[in-house]
């Protein structure tokens, strides 16, 4: 399959990181109010019900979606089981620089998913388009000054976050493998819900898990609601039939640079809600991000 870059598909591509920007400061703002897996099953449960009126069908024993279950079993597990209950779970133990400089790695992450487990070659330009991505994304998190690099410090957050990197750069490259019908295939909502049949699965586990090894409690009130209902609908159902269409176009190598406009759109959002007004070096990281969006996707 031959990728291009659309600017279609470059506005695909950017909502998605838009959306998941909102995501992690949402997410943030209720870390107190719910347990962090519980927050995902919930918000999963959610998005489970408003897609139901358009791809009710998937649900019928005769639909196609069926002889490919292991697949959707694994994207379901990577994408919707794994990803977000592990950024959820980071944000409780771990500052919101550290892990958006762990998720920052994303591109490297698609690149070595794909040379070493898909047969991707990686090009020279792939390598400076990282170089200079990864640097807008470091000049954002410093916020313009370098020094405050060296004080970041690991904690176990920090490497939940690594793994969910992982586990996004996974999911991205199956989702160009294509095995299931034409049919399914074109119908977006079928395509998303069959994925979600089962990461409710995996995410249910995994939030009984939480329940049972830990006490844990939700506090019920409508800052939990407007969160539930944000998340539900923009980061789950928009970002994600954005990001699906993106990577199939593109290519997951190409799509995983743009995943680095995330944490200058998380900057731009908390400057927006705490009153700081943006800096000059918001408009310089800009620049990098995309400068290394445009030379690693030139032909």
Same mark, same amino acid.
């Given at each position: ?79 919707? $089981? ?20 762990? $998720? ?129 609908? $923009? ?56 400068? $290394? ?7």
């Amino acid at each position: 399959m031959r990728h291009t870059l659309t600017p279609g598909t470059a506005v695909l591509l950017v909502i998605a990181p838009l959306m998941w920007a909102g995501n992690a400061v949402v997410g943030r703002l209720v870390h107190e109010l719910v347990p962090p897996i519980t927050l995902n099953f919930l918000r999963w449960l959610l998005a489970f019900g408003l897609l139901l009126p358009l791809a009710h069908g998937v649900l019928r024993p005769d639909s196609p979606v069926w002889p490919h279950w292991r697949r959707y079993a694994l994207l379901g597990l990577l994408g919707i $089981g794994t990803y977000n209950a592990l950024q959820y779970l980071a944000l409780q133990t771990s500052t919101p620089i550290n892990v958006t400089l762990v $998720g920052s790695s994303m591109p490297v992450w698609m690149l070595a998913v794909g040379a070493l487990c898909f047969g991707a070659a990686v090009t020279r330009q792939q390598l400076v388009g990282a170089a200079l991505s990864m640097a807008g994304v470091l000049l954002v998190l410093s916020r313009g000054e370098w020094s405050q690099l060296l004080s970041l410090r690991l904690v176990p957050g920090d490497v939940f976050m690594l793994l969910a990197t992982v586990s996004w750069a996974f999911y991205s490259w199956l989702l160009v493998r294509t095995s299931e019908p034409a049919s399914v295939r074109g119908d977006w909502a079928a395509f998303l819900m069959a994925q979600m049949v089962f990461g409710l699965l995996w995410s249910g586990g995994f939030a009984g898990a939480e329940w049972a090894l830990a006490p844990s409690h939700i506090t019920w009130g409508w800052p939990l609601v407007a969160a539930l209902a944000f998340i539900a609908i $923009g980061p789950a159902v928009v970002a994600y039939r954005c990001w699906g269409i993106g990577v199939q176009r593109a290519g997951p190598a190409i799509a995983g640079f743009f995943s680095n406009l995330t944490p200058l759109f998380a900057a731009l959002m908390s400057a927006a809600f705490l009153g700081e007004a943006p800096r000059a070096y918001h408009a310089l990281a800009f620049a990098l991000i995309v400068g $290394g969006i445009v030379v690693s996707s030139r032909r």
